[in-house]
């Protein structure tokens, strides 16, 4: 999860981020996952309630929508495009910051607490840039010439083995 899903990575690395009365959506284009972002104030789940994403409570702080995510289960682990592994612990505690700069920018910023992994919080940032294209599903299926020469020798497969069996 984040930060990892909303690194830049090598591709499918789009989000469509929908707002709706008490609520933000972040659709990542990359595994399809989308995160419901409540804006009213609640408070975020027990501790021991343990998410994949997170528990994400958003508010406005001007033009900025700061996004605090809690209760993660542990089990991010986000290869980086330079070999390098990314990797939180249970206590990670994200803020995420999105301020609109321009109409077609937004600048995304983020800082990781986990004193489990890091000696100290980090910040990093990355624009956010707007795109008119759609956002795709995300399946590796398209294309791949693998799965039909694969069904191909199944059912070859398939007919000798009913052949052998007729004899």
Same mark, same amino acid.
């Given at each position: 999860?984040?930060?990892?899903?909303?690194?830049?990575?090598?591709?499918?690395?789009?989000?469509?981020?929908?707002?709706?009365?008490?609520? =933000?959506?972040?659709?990542?284009?990359?595994?399809?996952?989308?995160?419901?972002?409540?804006?009213? /104030?609640?408070?975020?789940?027990?501790?021991?309630?343990?998410?994949?994403?997170?528990?994400?409570?958003?508010?406005?702080?001007?033009?900025?929508?700061? =996004? #605090?995510?809690?209760?993660?289960?542990?089990?991010?682990?986000? *290869?980086?495009?330079?070999?390098? =592994?990314?990797?939180?612990?249970?206590?990670?505690?994200?803020? #995420? *910051?999105?301020?609109?700069?321009?109409?077609?920018?937004?600048?995304?910023?983020?800082?990781?607490?986990?004193?489990? =992994?890091?000696?100290?919080?980090?910040?990093?940032?990355?624009?956010?840039? *707007?795109?008119?294209?759609?956002?795709?599903?995300?399946?590796?299926?398209?294309?791949?010439?693998?799965?039909?020469?694969?069904?191909? /020798?199944?059912?070859?497969?398939?007919?000798?083995?009913?052949?052998?069996?007729?004899?």
């Amino acid at each position: 999860m984040a930060p990892g899903a909303m690194m830049p990575g090598f591709y499918n690395h789009n989000y469509l981020i929908l707002q709706a009365p008490g609520y =933000v959506a972040i659709l990542v284009e990359m595994i399809h996952d989308v995160r419901i972002v409540p804006l009213d /104030g609640r408070p975020h789940l027990a501790p021991t309630v343990r998410q994949w994403l997170g528990d994400s409570r958003g508010r406005w702080d001007g033009n900025t929508l700061v =996004v #605090e995510t809690t209760n993660l289960d542990g089990r991010v682990h986000e *290869r980086l495009p330079w070999n390098t =592994v990314f990797a939180t612990s249970e206590n990670l505690r994200l803020i #995420e *910051r999105f301020t609109r700069i321009d109409a077609e920018t937004i600048d995304y910023q983020f800082t990781v607490t986990d004193p489990a =992994v890091f000696t100290k919080p980090w910040t990093a940032a990355t624009p956010m840039t *707007r795109m008119q294209v759609p956002i795709y599903e995300y399946a590796c299926h398209e294309g791949n010439y693998s799965i039909m020469n694969i069904l191909k /020798g199944a059912r070859e497969q398939d007919k000798t083995e009913a052949a052998r069996v007729k004899r």
